[in-house]
């Protein structure tokens, strides 16, 4: 069974590949690329990042790298 990322780690993923934190409420921060893509991620930085966000935040650096 695989070990569950932390939040941190796919925040550090998403500015990487030059999406941008474009604020958000409580522990939720909305995340969008130049090239229109945008993802949602909840969480603190500390927690163990879900797995459809791990899925999600993949999906989008790929479709931004198009």
């Known amino acids: 069974m695989d070990v569950p990322r932390k939040t941190r780690q796919l925040i550090a993923d998403l500015e990487k590949?030059?999406?941008?934190?474009?604020?958000?409420?409580?522990?939720?921060?909305?995340?969008?690329?130049?090239?229109?893509?945008?993802?949602?991620?909840?969480?603190?930085?500390?927690?163990?990042?879900r797995r459809y966000q791990e899925k999600e935040v993949k999906r989008k650096i790929q479709e931004s790298a198009k």
Do not use: I, W
């Open 17 to 49: 590949a030059g999406f941008v934190n474009r604020g958000g409420k409580g522990c939720h921060r909305n995340y969008e690329h130049p090239m229109g893509q945008r993802v949602t991620l909840s969480g603190r930085p500390g927690e163990d990042a």
